[in-house]
C-alpha cells in the first residue's frame, strides 16, 4: 500500500468521523473547522517528518504541543476533547507511517469506531450530568437528593456541593443522576422535533446550569 492511499483514507476517515459521527450529533461548527483543519495541518507535517529518524519523538512532541494549546485556548466538554484527540491521532497514524501498511489502516478504523460506538445516544443515554443552581440553601444531604429527585424526574445517583451560600439562600450542586423512563421519552419526543419549523434534530444534553 502506498503511502498516498494511506493519506488518502486519513482524509476518508476525519471526515467520517467529522461529518457522519460528531456534526450529525453535536452541531458545533467551530470545532468542525477545527477538526479538519488540525487533521490536515497535523498530517501534512507527520508526513513529512516520517522519513526522519526523530519522527517518533516529534510526532509526540507536536501532538502534546498542540493538545497544549487547543486546551488553553477554549473551554471543551469531555466529549469534544474525546473527539479532538482522535483527530490529532488519525493524522498522526497516517503521517507517521514511514512504511504504510494495513496496520495503520486497522487502527485508523479502529479510532473511528470506537468514536461512533462510545458517543452513540444510546450509550448510557439517560444518565446526565448538571451544575445547578437551587434557590434554596439546603445543607442536609438526604433533603438535597430528593429535592433534586423531584425537580429533575430522575434518581440522583452522585453528587456534590460546590457552593452553599446561606446569606443569598441558594446551593450549588453538581449533580448526576439517571432519567426515569417516561421523562426520557418526554424529553426525546420534545428534542426530536422543533417548535418552529417542525424539523427533525439530534437530541443533546449539553452541561449547564439551572435556575
Given at each position: 500500500?502506498?503511502?498516498?492511499?494511506?493519506?488518502?483514507?486519513?482524509?476518508?476517515?476525519?471526515?467520517?468521523?467529522?461529518f457522519?459521527?460528531?456534526?450529525?450529533?453535536?452541531?458545533?461548527?467551530?470545532?468542525?473547522?477545527?477538526?479538519?483543519g488540525?487533521?490536515?495541518?497535523?498530517l501534512?507535517?507527520?508526513?513529512?517528518?516520517?522519513?526522519?529518524a526523530?519522527?517518533?519523538?516529534?510526532?509526540l512532541?507536536?501532538?502534546?504541543v498542540?493538545s497544549?494549546?487547543?486546551?488553553r485556548?477554549?473551554e471543551?466538554?469531555?466529549?469534544?476533547?474525546?473527539?479532538?484527540?482522535?483527530?490529532?491521532?488519525?493524522?498522526?497514524?497516517?503521517?507517521?507511517?514511514?512504511a504504510?501498511?494495513?496496520?495503520?489502516?486497522?487502527?485508523?478504523?479502529?479510532?473511528?469506531?470506537?468514536?461512533?460506538?462510545?458517543?452513540?445516544?444510546?450509550?448510557l443515554?439517560?444518565?446526565?450530568?448538571?451544575?445547578?443552581?437551587?434557590?434554596?440553601?439546603?445543607?442536609?444531604?438526604?433533603?438535597?437528593?430528593?429535592?433534586?429527585?423531584?425537580?429533575?424526574?430522575?434518581?440522583v445517583?452522585?453528587?456534590?456541593?460546590?457552593?452553599?451560600?446561606?446569606?443569598s439562600?441558594t446551593?450549588?450542586?453538581?449533580a448526576?443522576y439517571?432519567?426515569?423512563?417516561?421523562?426520557?421519552?418526554?424529553?426525546?419526543?420534545e428534542?426530536?422535533t422543533?417548535?418552529?419549523t417542525?424539523?427533525?434534530?439530534?437530541?443533546?444534553?449539553?452541561?449547564?446550569?439551572?435556575r
Amino acid at each position: 500500500m502506498s503511502a498516498y492511499a494511506v493519506y488518502g483514507l486519513d482524509l476518508v476517515a476525519v471526515l467520517i468521523l467529522t461529518f457522519g459521527v460528531y456534526w450529525p450529533r453535536h452541531r458545533r461548527r467551530d470545532l468542525v473547522v477545527a477538526f479538519l483543519g488540525i487533521n490536515v495541518g497535523v498530517l501534512a507535517v507527520a508526513a513529512l517528518l516520517a522519513g526522519s529518524a526523530l519522527s517518533a519523538g516529534l510526532g509526540l512532541g507536536l501532538f502534546g504541543v498542540l493538545s497544549i494549546i487547543r486546551l488553553r485556548s477554549d473551554e471543551l466538554a469531555q466529549h469534544e476533547i474525546a473527539y479532538y484527540f482522535a483527530v490529532l491521532a488519525l493524522g498522526l497514524v497516517a503521517g507517521l507511517s514511514a512504511a504504510p501498511s494495513w496496520a495503520a489502516v486497522g487502527f485508523m478504523a479502529l479510532i473511528v469506531a470506537t468514536m461512533t460506538v462510545v458517543d452513540h445516544p444510546r450509550l448510557l443515554g439517560a444518565h446526565r450530568r448538571q451544575v445547578i443552581v437551587l434557590d434554596r440553601a439546603i445543607a442536609d444531604e438526604p433533603t438535597l437528593r430528593a429535592h433534586l429527585e423531584e425537580m429533575l424526574g430522575a434518581d440522583v445517583t452522585a453528587l456534590s456541593v460546590q457552593r452553599l451560600d446561606t446569606v443569598s439562600d441558594t446551593t450549588w450542586v453538581d449533580a448526576r443522576y439517571r432519567l426515569r423512563a417516561g421523562r426520557r421519552r418526554a424529553l426525546v419526543a420534545e428534542a426530536t422535533t422543533s417548535p418552529v419549523t417542525g424539523a427533525t434534530t439530534t437530541a443533546r444534553s449539553p452541561e449547564m446550569a439551572t435556575r
